[in-house]
């Protein structure tokens, strides 16, 4: 129940605050001058405030990175909502000068709020930014500048209810949202799609530094007004904005990096370090203010790994000798260190002459190198081995294997990963109006070259090897044979003839993407209607992938092996041992394959052609408009959210390599146009006693993957049936589409503390699937000299089709000790808990949807405790994700992979001096990977289930400070 009479806002304000129960920030000058309205009545806090300021050239703005609401007039709330929506969270990070005493006018100090800093501070900002939000959203955010929860942003995300980590080389990478694969959420950057350096759509999370983040969004139910939205999810992530600090902000972070295997590699680095600067100042009487941050990476990362090939029965795999015992055709066992180097820079300047007019440019600029080199033993059972022909006999786990030809395979991936963005945003007041514009430039760049040489012994061996049938630990290999001795291994054809001594590809990725946005926003009081905004965003975005690759033939080569041709191992060869006892071998030779390809050992062969699959261009045009309605009403309940409807238009188009029988290539292009209506509605509904209810209905839509858009096709004429047959992918491929609905069940307790219930059903009406379909070939060159009885034929491909279904619950909480009992002060706990389950639809020629079902794991949970008090700093962190389904790109393809269940344990150990020349230091202890958790895949036949890989990566620590000023 409010009783505020109309009065002079700095009055208004304090009282509102206190009669709701929030805390309301806003500073002498924005109040200044300013009267408020009467608000008296039974209103939930939403509805009082619009009320209250109604009109009076003041706006409340919710600010999900502090957890506190501030009033700002409406030019400046507009300017620093870097949110593209109106009710969006926004998440300027303000620092505890923001909430300190300001002077007025006749010199009285308005109030006074504590500070909470820290782990409580972080969780303090997510649960008012969840609680004030009109759709269903979770939110994480920065402790401080710099400081973001984690070792990186998507290990942060995955703490998040309903998201789950994929591990690319032991780093979380990927993220998927409510048991969906990554393809279907977007992540945006300050509300602007972001570019991407990988082969595809899907975010690397990994190239955005943590230190440069304040917070990031995760709105699981759409909003009309965010532009660009997916069908699992959105991820909002969101850098600071100077004017809403008071005063000069540096943070200084740093810390070394060390892993338990050390250095698996030699010519790598076992250690690493990370450090960034972050510099923020107004300047013209807070008209002016720049942010300026800098994050440098240097992080190696370890794996260790033990990889049996295909299981089956023995004579069915060609295993010479095994019979019908169950075994595998071969393995290959090695180590592999990475070596990742990232520079990020940030950059914000924002400039407010007046109440009427603001602007602001973000520059963000990173640069990524990786380097990989590793080596493995590749131990070849099968009859169709390229050297001698072994010879199998199995006892149990254990396979005997004699007069075997393995190969030593040695690796090195060189990457380098190039984003810039650039966005420009306006707003101007006009009246009841405020009129916003953006202008966005973003492109990435990936140049990756990847080579792999082959040697082997001179002679055959003998070796032993079993393989744990429980799936874990590693796999244990015996053999007489020294690898590491140069005068009997030797450079090798190992693969067979036409299949070279070393092999190496090229990589080239653009990404560039135009976005134009021009949108208006203003109080309305029309009905249960209380805020109208409606827009126009426009998007351009341009993705080219090219892929070439070069065998290379030894260049003094002499036969061996069963007509294989071998060269000794050159002297000038810079070559390594690496230690191979975690599988029971001794040493395993290895040299730098980028060097010894320029070494004069090799003869490039340059006949290699060019896959249609690899080589593709994609160009989406899209134009979105939408228009959304507040809602805030009183009349059953409390009620406040918003009604919004979209209209996407689309243009797309393709590019790509049509391969004819002779292996050819020639250019092919493709497209078509289509527009698409998402309507969405989002109610919170105020059940007394801090207790929400929130409902969510939308039309969604996630763009299909862009290889699978390529116009690149392989075809020819059938001399058996004369019949034209082809693979390729299809530029008219629409999005998948689905109508999601949500339910949740919020109850808080004070500011920090609240436990939520939520479900979710999605009904995916548009799918995609490969299969084969009736096509036309009359456009294609037919060079096979076989004349076709039709030039309809048959096309495996991507078409739309039906899809299936996705639903599931989560229940979340963040709980403090303090509300059981005093003594329980600084304690607490977070986590959560999700079930989802999925049904793909088979089409009507029997057509699985299988992509639904990558990324599932129908269990997901994570829970930490924590400790935070007079400075001290402690939390254990656990996640867990059951099995599931991925899809990742390895050297040369993509592979689908069956993984095992994860758990992986973190903590952290820090302490905070409170006072003192050292007041503001942080020393912190983290630990990630703290039981060395494996990477584990499996592979299922005919009933059975084999080990496919086993990787461990080691345990990773990192020592650092934090010191802010």
Not at 158 to 182: C, H, K, T
Request: aromatic share 10%; net charge negative; hydrophobic share 35%.
């Amino acid at each position: 129940m409010f009783d505020v009479a109309a009065q002079p806002a700095a009055q208004s304000i304090p009282l509102f605050g206190k009669q709701a129960g929030v805390q309301i920030l806003a500073s002498a000058k924005t109040l200044a001058g300013k009267r408020t309205n009467e608000v008296k009545g039974d209103y939930t806090v939403t509805t009082g405030l619009a009320k209250l300021l109604n009109n009076t050239g003041l706006e409340a703005v919710v600010d999900a990175a502090s957890g506190i609401t501030t009033i700002r007039d409406t030019a400046a709330s507009a300017s620093a909502e870097y949110s593209t929506s109106s009710d969006a969270i926004t998440t300027p990070l303000l620092i505890e000068e923001a909430a300190q005493t300001e002077t007025g006018a006749d010199g009285q100090a308005p109030t006074t709020e504590v500070v909470v800093r820290g782990i409580k501070r972080s969780l303090q900002k997510s649960a008012t930014a969840k609680k004030n939000a009109d759709q269903i959203v979770e939110v994480v955010s920065a402790e401080d500048v710099g400081k973001l929860p984690g070792t990186s942003i998507a290990e942060s995300l995955a703490r998040l209810p309903g998201v789950a980590a994929q591990r690319v080389d032991g780093r979380a990478e990927y993220l998927s949202i409510r048991g969906m694969d990554p393809q279907f959420g977007v992540t945006l950057l300050n509300g602007m799609e972001m570019v991407s350096t990988g082969d595809d759509r899907s975010f690397e999370y990994d190239q955005f530094p943590a230190e440069l983040v304040s917070s990031a969004t995760l709105y699981k139910t759409p909003d009309a007004s965010l532009g660009t939205m997916g069908l699992s999810g959105t991820i909002d992530i969101r850098t600071l904005n100077p004017l809403d600090f008071h005063g000069r902000k540096i943070a200084l972070n740093g810390s070394v990096e060390m892993n338990s295997f050390g250095k698996l590699v030699p010519g790598t680095q076992g250690n690493g370090g990370r450090y960034s600067l972050s510099y923020i100042d107004q300047f013209d009487g807070g008209k002016l203010g720049i942010a300026i941050g800098y994050a440098h990476l240097d992080s190696p990362t370890q794996r260790k790994y033990f990889n049996p090939w295909d299981y089956g029965i023995g004579k069915d795999l060609g295993v010479e000798g095994a019979g019908d015992a169950y075994t595998f055709d071969g393995f290959e066992t090695g180590v592999q260190t990475t070596q990742s180097v990232r520079d990020g820079l940030l950059s914000v300047v924002q400039y407010k002459p007046n109440e009427v007019y603001s602007t602001k440019v973000d520059i963000f600029h990173s640069q990524f190198d990786e380097r990989m080199n590793g080596v493995e033993l590749d131990g070849v059972t099968a009859n169709w081995a390229s050297g001698t022909i072994a010879s199998t006999t199995v006892n149990g786990n254990t396979n005997s294997v004699s007069n075997a030809s393995p190969i030593i395979t040695t690796r090195q991936d060189v990457r380098r990963d190039t984003i810039n963005a650039i966005n420009w945003t306006n707003t101007l007041s006009l009246g009841q109006w405020t009129v916003r514009g953006d202008l966005g430039l973003s492109h990435a760049r990936r140049n990756e070259w990847v080579g792999e040489g082959y040697m082997m012994s001179e002679t055959p061996i003998d070796m032993d090897y079993s393989v744990p049938t429980s799936l874990t630990g590693f796999s244990h290999v015996t053999t007489n044979t020294d690898f590491a001795d140069t005068s009997r291994v030797m450079l090798a054809t190992a693969w067979g003839a036409g299949s070279g001594a070393a092999y190496a590809s090229q990589a080239y990725v653009t990404d560039r993407m135009t976005t134009a946005r021009l949108s208006a926003k203003r109080f309305i009081n029309l009905g249960i209607f209380n805020g109208l905004e409606a827009g126009v965003l426009y998007s351009e975005r341009g993705k080219d992938l090219e892929y070439s690759g070069v065998i290379y033939d030894l260049s003094d080569g002499s036969q061996c092996l069963n007509g294989l041709l071998c060269q000794p191992i050159q002297s000038s060869t810079a070559f390594y041992t690496v230690d191979m006892g975690f599988v029971g071998l001794s040493n395993l030779i290895g040299f730098a394959v980028r060097g010894a390809l320029d070494s004069g050992a090799y003869i490039a062969n340059p006949n290699t052609g060019k896959d249609p699959a690899w080589n593709w261009g994609v160009t989406e045009k899209v134009t979105t408009a939408f228009a959304k309605l507040n809602i805030s009403s009183e009349r059953v309940l409390p009620i406040h959210g918003n009604l919004g409807l979209q209209f996407i238009n689309t243009d797309q188009s393709a590019t790509g390599l049509y391969i004819d029988s002779n292996g050819d290539a020639s250019p092919v292009s493709g497209g078509t146009h289509y527009s698409d209506v998402l309507p969405s509605l989002n109610l919170t509904g105020d059940l007394g006693n801090t207790t929400y209810l929130r409902f969510g209905a939308a039309k969604a839509l996630s763009r299909a993957n862009m290889t699978d858009m390529r116009a690149g096709i392989t075809a020819a004429v059938s001399s058996s049936d004369h019949k034209w047959y082809g693979s390729g992918g299809n530029p008219a491929l629409k999005p998948w589409q689905s109508y999601d609905y949500d339910l949740s069940l919020e109850k808080y307790f004070g500011k920090t503390s609240y436990v939520a219930l939520a479900a979710f059903y999605k009904d995916i009406t548009r799918g995609i699937v490969s299969k084969s379909i009736a096509y036309d070939f009359s456009s294609y060159t037919n060079t096979s000299g076989v004349i076709p009885v039709s030039n309809t034929g048959t096309l495996t491909t991507l078409v739309d089709t039906t899809g299936g279904r996705v639903q599931g619950w989560e229940l979340s909480w963040t709980l403090d000790g303090s509300l059981l009992t005093p003594k329980l002060d600084g304690f607490g706990i977070t986590g959560s808990f999700a079930n989802t389950h999925v049904k793909a639809n088979t089409d009507p020629d029997g057509a699985v949807v299988g992509t639904l079902m990558e990324g599932l794991s129908k269990i997901v949970w994570n829970g930490s405790v924590y400790y935070e008090k007079n400075g001290y700093q402690v939390r254990i962190a656990e996640r867990y994700r059951s099995g599931y389904s991925a899809s990742r790109h390895d050297a040369f393809r993509y592979v689908t992979e069956t993984i095992r269940p994860e758990t992986i344990i973190d903590a952290q150990l820090g302490y905070t001096f409170q006072s003192g020349q050292l007041k503001n230091l942080t020393i912190l202890l983290q630990g990630s990977n703290l039981t060395n958790e494996p990477y584990v895949t499996t592979q299922t036949v005919n009933g059975q289930t084999a080990l496919n890989q086993y990787h461990e990566f080691g345990r990773q620590l990192l020592l650092g400070f934090s010191y802010s000023f």
